[in-house]
């Protein structure tokens, strides 16, 4: 469209141009940071002329400067009647920058509307700096030193982003809306974005993203760790009646779902250290942790291992990178193949036995091992994450408990005495096998109350009573009972036993054995009919 340079200024003395404003928000509060002012003109034939044909053309035909004023006056004024915390950033033209003036331009428009320029940031494009770039630092500087903050914006659009990026001091770096927009279907917009906040953060620079229409979008900006956002999704421009209502309008968190909370992490995490900071910490945790680490890509090949897994492996950390399982560990990897594979597809293999095989690195040892897949920003699975204890040493103390438990068990099946256990409340948990042998119960009917089922029923209440009476004092358990014998009537026993006392004073268990007192019993029932009958012996 072609603009006339005549009858444009005719329009700015009409007032026909005005400043728009549109949200800036924090992304991880959701809280409104401050507005972008943009440029609008309402033409009264034509309707609204969209800035990207009039600002070229107010560039190349000498009335940007008009404009600029024009609409700075009347943004800082609406700006002035906000809260103090509200920050606005403006938009300035690569000449403008090259004009000695500007932040005298500036400070003196702020003055007159009392507006703050601690509170504005000057968004330049990196076409801005043009060839002397000399001249625009020491402008650049000036305006910093009136408390400007300066943003590179459409970063990653032009074509030497990163030596503009050192040029000038950068507060900020706005990442272009087109990579934001592609960035959810587009892996590699998703790149770019990450990278781009990556470097934003490792400079020390805020990471403002511009164009976010979907909360899929704010969701993984957050996620990347980018600090600001803007776009439609948060409010579209809007003119300065409207301030007020914006200001005031409830905000949300960017979302409260689970991938927020995700987010949410990563984003903490990423405001207690620097990038290099938090990698060198990581790197430490990583190296020092007892268990082997690796991550593996997804043709299988080492893309990182810990120094316990190098060791575990017998293999220097620089002949696992970049090789495969396969070939660092040919013996093993048969055997470990299904588990990685399975990761890649997104399964997680929580715990693994793995007898190492006897050819290779410590043969014969037993690992145990845990795959989880790694996801990125979009859930796509890149890689498994493979943590690895050896276990040998566990393995080797429980094979030695088992067999000493074994003799423990054998020693006491050879004793007289039935063994038994019960909890404090008189439920059986353990008994010797010889209990089973003469009551002919079954494994599960003896455990709990079952056993009471053995007793004679004259025998079993009292029994009850005895045990309970105990269980109160602590005293030992002292009783005697007839247990049901299949095929071979009844037969007596003593059950004795004492308690087992926890740190905490309470009963943990009980101890005790049972003993066959029935030839006991026997002889002395016959004692006694002998003394009734023959009551002259002794005398
Ligand atoms: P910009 O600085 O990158 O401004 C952001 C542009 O993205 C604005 O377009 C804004 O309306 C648009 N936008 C904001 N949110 C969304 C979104 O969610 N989706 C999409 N698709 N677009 C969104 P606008 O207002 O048409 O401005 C276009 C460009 O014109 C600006 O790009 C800026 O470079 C320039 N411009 C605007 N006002 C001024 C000004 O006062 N001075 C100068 N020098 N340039 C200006
Ligand atoms: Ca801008
Ligand atoms: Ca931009």
Redesign the pocket.
Known sequence: MVIDTQEARHSLEKGEFS??F?PLIVLRTGKLKGF?????WKHPVYGWI???DF?PA??KNGW?DA??RE?LREGFAAMAALPAELTLA????AL?LHHVNLPERIQNLAEATGFSLGRLTI?I?ESALGANVENARVIANRLKALGCKLAL??FGTGYSSLSQLRCLPFDEL?V??SFV?SMTEERESRKIVAAVVGLGQSLGLITVA????TQEEAEMLLWLGCELG????FG??VPAAELANVVSAPRQRVSADRSASRARRVYSRSLDAQPSQRFAQLRAIYDGAPVGLAFLDTKLRYISVNRTLTEMNGVPMEDHLGRTVQEVLPALFPKVEQYIRRALSGEVVPGVEIVKPTSGPNPGTTIFVSYQPARDEAGEVVGVMISIVDVTALKDEEKKRLESEEHFRYMMELMPQIPWVIDPEGRALDVSQRWLQMTGMTDEQWRGFGWLDALHPDDRQPTIDAMNRSFRSGQSIDVEYRVRQPGSGWKCLRARGSARVGADGKIVCWYGTLEDIDEQKRYQEELEHCAVERPSISA
């Open positions: 400043p728009y549109q972008e002012l943009l440029a609008r969209s800035p990207d600002i107010a560039e940007i404009l600029t609409l403006v938009n300035i033209s403008q968004e494009t914006d459409d706005k272009d809306r927009h511009e164009g976010v229409e803007q776009g439609w999704l579209k421009p």
